[in-house]
Every structure is written in C-alpha cells, then in structure tokens.
C-alpha cells in the first residue's frame, strides 16, 4: 500500500475528477494514464461516483484511484470498500478524522487554517490538502505556514490552473497540486479523450 508521501509524490498534479456516466469512468482514466499522469482524486459528487471508483480500480490498474469529498465516515467506509487507494476530504472534524485513519488507505484530509494544520498533524498525519488554495490565500499564504510547520506537505487546490501551479510547486511544502482542469466538464461531455491526455501531457510535464 501506498503510503500518503508516495500518494502525493506521484504525478506534479493530482485531476480531481467528477463523473456524471460510469461509462465514461474507464475511457477517462485511460487518457490521463496516457497523458503521464497515474492518479486520479474522483469526488463523490455524484449518485454514480462508487461505480465510476470500482471500473476504474478494477480495469485501469496503472491509475491509483483515490476519493475525494469525503464528508462522513459513512462515506470513506464506502469509497474503501469500492477501491479507493486513498481518501481526500475537504476539511476536517474529529470524528471523520478518527474513522478515516481506522481505514487501511493515505488520507489527505483538507486544512485551510494553521491551527486546523496542528490538529491533523496532532493525529499523525503530515501530508495534507490545503483546501480551496486560492481563496484561502495562494501561494504566500502556504509560505508562511511553512515558517513555523516545515514539516507539514501540501496538495494546495481549488482554484488553482496550469498557469498558477508552478507558483505553488515552487515552494518547499508543497508536494503536488490538485485541481479539475485536466478534465473540463464539456470534453468529458463530447468524450473528447485525445484533448484530456493533451492536458494530461502538460499537467505531468510540470517540474516541481
Ligand atoms: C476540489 O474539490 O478539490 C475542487 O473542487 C477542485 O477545485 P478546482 O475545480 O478549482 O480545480
């Protein structure tokens, strides 16, 4: 099993990817596993998002599938039971903090302030999502909290694009960058895979 740094030390940016038809689960994976990019965050957004989690898990083994949006114990149990090599929450509370790590998987549970950074950290862990980076605060605000907390790596996302990834990679706390521009709604719509392993290409081509 993965531990979390292998998890955030696979691809420069990990696609948060939403999916509205399982059937379009597999092809997907496939074309960010051609663009050079072996991981996939998939939310669960949607009623199918466990169905979508177990095609890939089952079919496209060269992607390491995590679940994002994980709100409730509930869920992390379920998005484990489906595949999931790792959980990703948007924030944290005690109680999904607890179950999660009673899970056999990395967890990047999500922290947006310093002292929610302390708490998860408390816990054991020291990789986490910086979570919405942009509206949180970017780039400098990651820089301060690598002042104090050094030891702590991020998954900055929310908000974040190619063009502003590299002011994030650039810092010494952040380990990769997440965000859902590797898989625009309207090219999963037109399965437009060709376009998805384009912007795989230039996602993983990132240096960090
Ligand atoms: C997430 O869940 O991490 C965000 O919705 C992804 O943010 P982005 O769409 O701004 O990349």
Redesign the pocket.
Known sequence: MADAAAVLNTSPVIP?VTIDDPQDAVPLARALADGGVGIIEL?LRTESALTSLKLIANEVPEILVGA??ILTPGQADAAVAAGARFLVS?GVTPALLTSMLSLDVPVLPGVATVGEVMAVLEAGLDAMKF?PAGPAGGPSYLAAIGAPIPQVRFCP????SLATAPDYLALPNVACV????LTPAAAVAAKDWDRITGLARGAAALSR
């Open positions: 948060v939310t994002g949006t948007p979570f996302t929310g908000g974040i997440g965000g859902s521009w």
